[in-house]
Nanobody
Framework: LQLVESGGGLVQAGGSLRLSCAASGFTFDDYAIGWIRQAPGKEREGVSVFRNSDGSTYYADSVKGRFTISNDRAKNTVYLQMDSLKPEDTAVYYC????????????????????????WGKGALVTVSS
């Protein structure tokens, strides 16, 4: 299984960026794919997750209303559209996948936890200047 991120970069506060995560080597619907970020000196934070089997999504309170997660099933790719970016959004953003096998089909939030992820990409740096 491989996850490859792209789309990071430098942007001014209030600007936008879109991260992409291209997945390969597994059945797309058997996994949820999410974004975990880690800012310098801080713990990893679950930002958002997309459950491919039914399209359910979850957003952390810190990004709700500003970030949008989506997928393109034809391309096995998950996107994170980040708008109204703030300096505190500066972090390395990791794409990560968690198997849905044995997981509850109820809420999606429990899937967006760094320690629960099964596979990781290498990360994409997002820097928001003030």
């Amino acid at each position: 299984l491989q996850l490859v991120e792209s789309g990071g970069g430098l942007v001014q506060a209030g600007g936008s960026l879109r991260l992409s995560c291209a997945a390969s080597g597994f059945t797309f619907d058997d996994y949820a794919i999410g974004w975990i970020r880690q800012a310098p000196g801080k713990e990893r934070e679950g930002v958002s997750v997309f459950r491919n089997s039914d399209g359910s999504t979850y957003y952390a309170d810190s990004v709700k209303g500003r970030f949008t997660i989506s997928n393109d099933r034809a391309k096995n790719t998950v996107y994170l559209q980040m708008d109204s970016l703030k300096p505190e959004d500066t972090a390395v953003y990791y794409c990560a996948a968690v198997s849905l096998l044995g997981k509850s089909s109820a809420t999606v939030q429990p899937l967006c936890v760094a320690d629960g992820m099964d596979y990781w990409g290498k990360g994409a740096l997002v820097t928001v200047s003030s």
